[in-house]
């Protein structure tokens, strides 16, 4: 059965930083490619960054230069570093994997995703 669970979520103020985190378990991870996206209300579902499983990264346009994604195979683990956070930077965040290559500018074709958690960021 597959699992994937993040945290690290919370409310900062503009400028500030946060560090997401996300374990999964029921499939290879270390094959797989793993993503981040984001959900505003009334928004539709984007992407944020993408990391394939050799270490190659893709970010969307919102978080590049401020977001950094990367991931320890070893721990099943993914995480996402971000600063210089924006109130626009406010929504659900969620994990996702799906089997190689990535695909950030497409959600729907995303196999397996967490329940998301909550970042909220006041000016």
């Known amino acids: 059965q597959v699992h994937v669970v993040e945290s690290g979520g919370g409310s900062v103020q503009a400028g500030g930083s946060l560090r997401l985190s996300c374990v999964a378990s029921?499939?290879?991870?270390?094959?797989?490619?793993m993503g981040w996206f984001r959900q505003a209300p009334g928004k539709v579902r984007e992407g944020v960054a993408s990391i394939e499983w050799d270490g190659s990264t893709s970010y969307a346009d919102p978080g590049k230069g401020r977001f950094t994604i990367s991931r320890v195979n070893a721990k099943n683990a993914l995480y996402l570093q971000m600063n210089s956070l924006k109130p626009e930077d406010t929504g659900m965040y969620l994990c996702?994997?799906?089997?190689?290559?990535?695909?950030?500018?497409?959600?729907?074709?995303?196999?397996?995703w967490g329940q998301g958690t909550q970042v909220t960021v006041s000016s």
């Open positions: 996702a994997a799906e089997p190689p290559p990535c695909r950030v500018g497409e959600p729907a074709t995303w196999d397996y």
């Open positions: 029921g499939f290879t991870f270390s094959t797989y490619c």
